[in-house]
């Protein structure tokens, strides 16, 4: 499975980014695919993630801002951002596994990452 990300760049305080995720293999036959995040000198987290049947998880800090979801084109897994803080500046990466569970954070497949910068 191979994952590229792209969407990242600078936004506003409040304002708003759509990051997509191609990947090589449906979507829709992965167990797990998730959104990772990388702050400067932090280390990684999981944003969000969606599971086979299309439950989706969020960590408190960007739930009801972000919303994780696959595309009817069944290559491709988005992220919109809304609402954006500074604090959501970060590397952000595309993860996916083809077993679950998709709780943990054992994501075999992971893209190169894009870059989101928010300014105050």
């Known amino acids: 499975v191979q994952l590229v990300e792209s969407g990242g760049g600078s936004a506003q305080a409040g304002g708003s980014l759509r990051l997509s995720c191609t990947s090589s293999?449906?979507?829709?036959?992965?167990?797990?695919m998730g959104w990772y995040r990388q702050p400067p000198g932090k280390e990684r987290e999981r944003v969000a993630y969606?599971?086979?049947?299309?439950?989706?998880v969020y960590r408190d800090s960007v739930r009801d801002r972000f919303t994780i979801s696959k595309g009817s084109a069944k290559n491709t897994l988005w992220l919109q951002l809304t609402g954006l803080k500074p604090e959501d500046t970060a590397m952000y990466y595309c993860?996916?596994?083809?077993?679950?569970?998709?709780?943990?954070?054992?994501?075999?497949?992971w893209g190169q990452g894009t870059e989101v910068t928010v300014s105050s």
């Open positions: 993860a996916a596994s083809t077993t679950g569970p998709c709780s943990t954070n054992l994501y075999t497949y």
């Open positions: 293999t449906d979507t829709y036959k992965l167990a797990c």
């Open positions: 969606i599971t086979k049947a299309g439950n989706t």
